[in-house]
């Protein structure tokens, strides 16, 4: 499986911008990106996911890089429930298969 | 939004007990369903991958006869620890996709969490 990088950890303060970076250099051209989180004693749950287009919806944005090789998750406005594991995938024609993902903190 | 449903939510059992968790998509209808066990402060690992109708598919490393999986309908899968002993006390979740076309989400139950004493 084609593999993703993501920061540990990151920290933001509430009502700011976050931007929730991931690398996947061995990305091929039939992979999706994926971006799910998982709050604390929950399921993961889904955020969005995206091809080769920038994407948007309610509760995020997904920035993707002209070479595919790298993506950004965007929360406009991150609120104390927005603290959580966020993980990014790739999906080829497996079932998700989780990294470590990025624990994200938000600060009151 | 597609709803996904565990049950039970948490166990406590003694050791040597066989436990039965249910999966149930609640709003459309799922061929394969997915099942994940996740220890503290770790991330999900997939166990298997359940079919309706047919055997499920499991991963390397996790014990079939173990780890009895279900699948007779399309809205239900169920996972069955059988024997547990502490070392199978984790947080087990289900998850199902209400698409053939792998690149859609995949959507989760919100896990049952097992202690076996």
């Not at chain 1, 997904?62 to 966020?86: G, M």
Request: hydrophobic share 35%; glycine share 4%.
């Amino acid at each position: 499986d084609a593999k993703t990088t993501q920061p540990n950890s990151m920290e933001s303060n509430e009502e700011e911008p976050v931007h929730l970076p991931c690398n996947h250099s061995t990305i091929s051209g039939t992979d999706y990106i994926h971006w799910y989180r998982q709050l604390p004693s929950q399921g993961p749950e889904y955020v969005i996911h995206g091809l080769t287009s920038n994407v948007n919806n309610r509760m995020a944005s997904l920035a993707i890089a002209e070479d595919r090789k790298s993506s950004t998750l965007i929360l406009h406005r991150a609120t104390l429930r927005d603290a959580a594991v966020y993980y990014c995938i790739l999906v080829r024609n497996t079932p998700l298969v989780f990294g470590k993902g990025t624990r994200l903190s938000v600060i009151a | 939004g597609a709803v996904v449903s565990q049950h039970p939510s948490w166990v406590i059992c003694k050791s040597g007990t066989s436990v039965k968790i249910e999966c149930r998509s609640l709003d459309f209808q799922a061929t394969t369903m997915f099942w994940y066990r996740q220890f503290p402060k770790q991330s999900l690992m997939l166990m298997a991958t359940s079919n309706e109708g047919s055997k499920a598919t499991y991963e390397q490393g996790v014990e079939k006869d173990k780890f009895l999986i279900n699948h007779a309908s399309l809205t239900l899968s169920t996972l069955t620890v059988t024997s547990a002993h502490p070392e199978d006390s984790s947080f087990y979740i289900c998850s199902a996709r209400d698409s053939s076309y792998h690149n859609q989400p995949q959507h989760f139950g919100d896990g049952t969490r097992l202690s076996i004493l």
